[in-house]
């Protein structure tokens, strides 16, 4: 058996191979993309003012009363300004369904918190609950309705306006069967900002 016929054969199929779909293939797909798809290729980035703002697709944290808040996160860097959700520690938490300490530290403060600020609602589950993820952009018509009160108080805006604009901002599901129904949370908050901005603080 003449070793060398089998490992040449087997080096240039690894090298070929390398070229075609580690080089050839990203490079053609990648240049596809920005074509057909340029926002979508560049990370469905958002401006305004001509600076970047986020991105539709990676969720972030809002705090301020006047804004609509995003879903807890258990990729959260902590030490960055306003507790901001980190892609780079994309991940759900190890807690399941069912572990006490997931319900009694994290769901129970959560939903308390929430429910003294809407006591007459019901809390949303997406409001207490963080996705797989950790970076999920969305969050349920439900979640946004419940801080329907909160924000148009804040914002010195009839309620009724601000549902307009989650109504507005409601996206179906894809091709009419997959997923549920959702309101990103970026694009939401920029559209209140547009329709009246906040106060800056004092």
């Known amino acids: 058996m003449n070793i060398a016929k089998q490992i040449y054969p ?11 779909l580690g080089i050839v293939y990203p490079v053609v797909i990648t240049g596809i993309a920005h074509v057909l798809f340029p926002h979508q290729a560049d990370g469905s980035l958002t401006e305004r003012n001509g ?3 986020g991105s539709e697709l990676i ?4 705090t301020g009363p006047g804004y609509f808040h995003s879903r807890p996160s258990a990729a959260v860097n902590s030490s960055g300004p306003g507790n901001t959700y980190d892609a780079t520690a994309s991940n ?17 403060p959560a939903a308390e918190a929430l429910h003294a600020e809407n006591p ?25 309705e419940f801080q329907v009160p909160r924000v148009a108080a804040e914002r010195g805006l009839p309620e009724e306006k601000v549902r307009q604009v989650v109504k507005e901002h409601t996206e179906g599901r894809q091709l009419g069967i997959l997923g549920e129904p959702r309101v ?13 901005p906040m106060p800056p603080k004092n």
């Open 120 to 144: 007459n609602v019901p809390v949303p589950v997406d409001l207490v609950t963080s996705s797989a993820s950790g970076l999920d952009p969305h969050i349920t018509p439900a979640g946004a």
């Open 51 to 53: 600076k970047v703002v």
């Open 184 to 196: 990103n949370v970026l694009l939401l908050n920029l559209a209140l900002d547009d329709l009246k």
């Open 59 to 62: 969720g972030q944290s809002f």
């Open 92 to 108: 759900g938490t190890n807690l399941g369904p069912t572990s006490d300490a997931l319900i009694e530290q994290r769901i129970k």
């Open 10 to 20: 087997a080096i240039m199929i690894t090298v070929v191979l390398t070229l075609l």
